[in-house]
């Protein structure tokens, strides 16, 4: 089961259910389906452009029907299901909530062993990366803030290159032509990212080396 829509009705009111966890119109404690993972727990589907609003309001409300407060009147089963659940929840919003762990996460989905099978990095990205580490320690032990803002720009722009690249691969940056008649064919977005058919190892290969910037600005104190 991977996508919401393939959830069974709420057996308590009847209506859709939107995540495996917790019904969000009656506040049910549901029964974790087998093979369950994070875009099943926050409601999402996998094959989509990420929507951040939807996934945060997803997440207060199960956060709420899974709050100890509301389960009051639960049995033991049910209040342990809730704390187990509410667990769970957490683990999918941190890891969906982060673009990179969520490409990272997605790509293992479906790419069982990408990420393991294509971590060795080119000895020229090595090097580079290891420069711009070593300037930023000469940095930080002088004190020199200004060399400190400039590398974690630097680091911040090649993050941000590495991650557009594996949207680009992913598809979610391409545009497609609609071709209807009536309106004429204009340029649309494809939201569908299709990640069975990823290059998994060029995705691999560019959230390895994001990794490696992202340690770059956490070494910097700058947020990623």
């Given at each position: 089961?991977?996508?919401?829509s393939d ?7 009847g ?13 049910e404690?549901q029964d974790?389906p087998a ?9 999402l589907?996998?094959d989509?452009?990420?929507d951040?609003e939807l996934?945060e309001?997803h997440?207060?409300r199960?956060?709420?029907?899974l709050h100890p ?8 089963q049910?209040q342990?299901?809730a704390?187990s659940?509410s667990?769970?929840?957490?683990q999918?919003?941190?890891?969906l909530n ?5 490409a990272?996460y ?10 393991a ?7 020229e990205?090595?090097m580079e ?5 070593e300037e930023?320690q ?18 911040r722009?090649?993050l941000?290159?590495r991650?557009n690249?594996?949207?680009?691969v ?8 609609a071709?209807?008649a009536?309106p004429?064919a ?6 569908r990212l299709?990640?069975h058919?990823w290059?998994?190892a060029?995705?691999?290969?560019l ?5 490696i910037?992202r340690?770059?600005l956490r070494n910097?104190?700058e947020?990623?």
């Amino acid at each position: 089961m991977a996508d919401p829509s393939d959830l069974p009705p709420c057996p308590a009111c009847g209506l859709p259910l939107v995540s495996c966890l917790a019904c969000l119109a009656c506040g049910e404690v549901q029964d974790e389906p087998a093979g369950s993972d994070h875009f099943l727990r926050l409601g999402l589907p996998q094959d989509e452009l990420y929507d951040p609003e939807l996934a945060e309001s997803h997440y207060l409300r199960l956060s709420r029907a899974l709050h100890p407060d509301f389960m009051g009147a639960a049995d033991a089963q049910d209040q342990y299901r809730a704390v187990s659940h509410s667990a769970l929840l957490n683990q999918a919003w941190a890891v969906l909530n982060d673009e990179q762990l969520r490409a990272e996460y997605l790509l293992e989905l479906h790419h069982p062993g990408a990420l393991a099978r294509n971590k060795t990095l080119s000895p020229e990205f090595l090097m580079e990366a290891m420069e711009l580490s070593e300037e930023l320690q000469e940095a930080k032990g002088e004190g020199c803030s200004d060399t400190i803002r400039r590398i974690s720009s630097c680091a911040r722009s090649a993050l941000h290159e590495r991650m557009n690249g594996v949207a680009g691969v992913c598809g979610a940056t391409i545009d497609r032509i609609a071709h209807e008649a009536d309106p004429p064919a204009v340029p649309v977005r494809d939201r569908r990212l299709h990640p069975h058919q990823w290059n998994s190892a060029r995705v691999a290969t560019l959230l390895h080396q994001a990794r490696i910037y992202r340690r770059i600005l956490r070494n910097a104190g700058e947020k990623h």
